[in-house]
């Protein structure tokens, strides 16, 4: 990749934990990645705004309070403004069987607690490489 891969790490709703989703921004960005970090309580609109004007490869949604729930939503508003390429990713409390539906919708990735660094990093940067090479075909 001649650009870093650009990673917006936000959380969606009314969860407004967001240690984890800083110490992961961290991470992101030690291992050479471009982060654009919005904090909590956004709306799906201001994620797809912000994905849209900041070109992101992935966006790292965090959720410790069920907003996960949000996240076929989300899926559907990317494809819908033409953004179906960028890979979402969440990291926190979702229960096995949220994680299967949100795989269904489309979602790249699960992080439950106790992932390792090694693992987000490595993970997020293939899935940005995806995303640019489904970007190129688009």
């Known amino acids: 990749m001649s650009q870093p891969p650009k990673i917006l790490v936000t959380k969606i709703g009314f969860d407004g934990h967001d240690r984890g989703s800083r110490i992961v921004a961290a991470y992101l960005r030690d291992a050479g990645m471009e982060v654009v970090y919005t904090g909590p309580w956004q709306s799906i609109d201001d994620v797809v705004t912000l994905a849209t004007q900041e070109d992101v490869d992935v966006i790292g949604v965090s959720s410790l309070a069920t907003d996960h729930l949000l996240l076929p939503k989300l899926m559907d508003a990317l494809r819908a403004a033409d953004l179906g390429h960028i890979k979402v990713v969440v990291g926190g ?7 299967e539906s949100l795989a269904s919708a489309g979602v790249a990735r699960v992080f439950h607690p106790g ?3 090694e693992d987000i990093v490595g993970d997020v940067g293939d899935l940005a490489r995806e995303a ?4 190129a075909v688009a």
């Open 93 to 99: 409390i979702v229960p096995d069987a949220d994680a």
């Open 132 to 135: 640019r090479a489904g970007n």
């Open 115 to 117: 992932s390792t660094r």
